[in-house]
C-alpha cells in the first residue's frame, strides 16, 4: 500500500498530465482552424484566377464577333456592286423599317442578368454590429383540474424595483443638438367633446369606463387587452373581465383563477395582457416574487384562454386551462430571477422579454419565442430563446405590430442606440448600433427622473428604458421618457421630463429619420407605450403630470396631432408606497376586430376621506381613433 505523502505527490502530476493532454488537444485544435482558415484565401485566389480567366475569353469572343459583323457588312456592299436591282430593294427595306420603328418603337433590349455590386467595407460589418445564437428549451403544460385549488390570500408586499440597480445612461459623443418638435399642449378632456386640432379628423372616444378594484399592491402596472365585446383590464394581482366592449367589468378573483405559487415566495404581480387574432386567445403573463426557498431565483407564467371561454367560464379557472410555467432554472439562469416583462406577437410567435438580476443587480435582457400553434394546442411547447447578457445596457420592450421579425432597442450611451432584431424561425438574433442626436438624461441618484406635484416633491421616479415600440410600414419606432435639460450638445433645453421618439428606416439599414417629442412648457409627460393601427397611425398610452400644478395623471393620443386627451385627472399623488411613484408601464393595444380604433389602460388616484390612506385607485378603460385616417405621419 502507498502511504498518504506518495498520494500527494502523485495528484500534481495526474493535474500536469491533465493540462498537458489539453494543451496538445487546444494545440491539434488550432492547427486544424489554421488549416481552414489558410484555405480560405486559397480558394479566393482560385475564384480570382478564374474570373480573370473568364474575362479573358469574353474580351477574345467580343473581337471575333466584331470581325464577323465587319465581315458581313463587306459581303453585303459586295453584293449590292453585282445586284443593282437587289441594293434598290435593300434600301426600300431600309426606310420601310425605320418608318415601322418610328410607329412602333422595337423593345428595350434585355437586360443583363448580372450585376457588380462592390463589396461593403469590413464586408458590411459596421462598429456595433453582431450577432449570436439562440438556445432551445422545453416546458411541459401545468396540469389541469376541475377541482378548486387550495384557497390562498395576497400578502401585501414591497414591489421588485426596491430591489433593483438598473445601469445608468451613460454620456455619449457629441452627435447634435435636439431641434424640438412642436409643443404638445396640456392635455384636453376628452369628456368635454372638444375637437382635435389641425387637418386630421377628429379622435372619436368610443368608450371611457372608470372601475375601482380593491388591492393591497402599488403602483397597478396597468394593462389590458380588447377582442369583440371582451375586454381584460389587470393590474398587480388583480384583473377585471367586459363582456359589453369595455361598458362595464365584472372583478376576477386571482387567487382562484391561478393557483398559489409556494416555491418563490408567491405571486407578485406585473401582468402582462395580449390578444392575439392568429390563435383568438388572450394571453396573461404574471411572475413571483424572489423571497422563498431560492431567493435569487422566481417563476413566470404565461396563460391563454379565448373569449368564447372566458365568456363561458366568466373569466374563471376553467377559461385558462392552458398555462406554463418557467423558472430561472428553465433558461439556465443560475442565481437570477426575471422582472420587469413585456410581450408582442406576430402570426406565427409570441415573444416573450423580461430583466434579469442577481439580488438588486442588473444582469441582462432575457427573451424567448413561443409557437402559437403550441400554446393553442395546450401542451408541451418546445421553444427557443437567449439571454443578452449584457450589464451596462439599458434594454426596453419589443416592438408592437411586427411581421416576421422582432425588435427591441437598448441605450449605450445618450447618443447611440443599440437595436435588436430576431426572427422566430431563425436560431440566431443581431444587433446594430445607431447614432441619435444627444438627449437629456437624470443626473440624480439612480438616474432617478423626477418631477414634483403640488403635494409631492417627485410623482414619477422612472428610469430611462425604451418602453414604448412599435414597426410602421418599413420603420421602426422607439420611445423613452427623458429628462429636462440639454443632452450635452447644446440646442434646446427642456424644461420638465419629456418622451423622446426615435424612427429608423428599415429599408436603409436602419437609418434614423426623424427624432421628435412630446413635451410641454409646464409638465411632464412619461412612461409612453406605443402600437400601430391598420391605417399605419401610432397610438400613445402615456403618464402627465408635475410642474407642482397638475397630480400625476393618464393621458391617450395619436402621434403627428401633438394633442392628447385624458379623461379623468388624479386629485392627489398616492402616498401607498414610499417614496412615491408612478408605475412601471401603461400599456396601449389594438381594440380588435376594428384595428383602427386603440384601447389604452390606465388609472387616476382619487380623494377618499373613508380609507387610510384617504384615497382610492379609478382604473381607466378607453377606446379610441379616428373613423378617418388623418394624413400619414412618416416623413
Known sequence: MKSDSSNQHE????????????LLEQTRLLAEIRRDVELGPCLLDKIGRIACLTANEVHQNTLQLKALRQSLEALVEMYRTVNP?????????????????????????????????????????RRGDGYSMKSRGSVLAVPYSERPHAPWKIVPRVPH????????????????PIVPSALT???????????????????????????????????PDMTGAKAGDVVLMSGNLWFELSTDGGKTFTDVDFTKVFAEEKTYGGWAGDPVLHYVPAIDCFVFYVQSNHTGSNPNKNVVKVAVASPADLKTHKGGNAAWQRQWDFTSDTFGLGDRWMDFPDITHDDKFLYVFTNAFTGKDFQGKLFFELPLASLKAGGTINFQFAFVNETTLTFGSPAQNISGENYWAAHVNNSTLRIYSSKGTESTYAWRERTVNNWPMSTKTGQDIVSAAPDSSDWVSTSHQIIGATRVNNQVWFAWTADAGKGGAGGFEFPYPHVQIAKFDLGQD???????????????????SLTTNSDNEVGISLAWGGGTKHYGSHAVGILGDFVVWYGTASERTSTRLMPTRWGDYVHVRLA????RFFSAFGYAVLNDASATPP???????????????????IK
Not at 15 to 21: E, G, H, I
Request: hydrophobic content about 30%; aromatic content about 8%.
Open 11 to 22: 495528484e500534481p502530476h495526474r493535474d500536469s498530465l491533465t493540462v498537458l493532454k489539453e
Open 85 to 125: 436591282a437587289a441594293a434598290v430593294e435593300l434600301d426600300r427595306l431600309v426606310k420601310l423599317r425605320a418608318e415601322i420603328e418610328r410607329c412602333c418603337p422595337p423593345e428595350d433590349a434585355c437586360e443583363t442578368i448580372c450585376h457588380y455590386v462592390p463589396c461593403k467595407p469590413l464586408g458590411g460589418i
Open 161 to 176: 424595483e426596491a430591489d433593483e440597480n438598473l445601469p445608468p445612461v451613460p454620456l455619449g459623443p457629441i452627435v447634435g
Open 185 to 219: 399642449p396640456q392635455p384636453l378632456d376628452y369628456q368635454s367633446g372638444a375637437p382635435t386640432p389641425g387637418p386630421q379628423d377628429p379622435v372619436t372616444f368610443r368608450t371611457f369606463t372608470e372601475d375601482g378594484v380593491v388591492t393591497t399592491l402599488w403602483p
Open 510 to 528: 436602419y437609418k434614423l429619420v426623424e427624432q421628435m417629442q412630446v413635451w410641454n412648457a409646464d409638465h411632464a409627460y412619461t412612461y409612453p
Open 592 to 595: 380588435y376586430p376594428d384595428t
Open 615 to 633: 384615497e382610492k385607485a379609478d382604473f381607466l378603460y378607453v377606446e379610441f381613433g379616428r373613423e378617418k385616417p388623418g394624413p400619414p405621419v
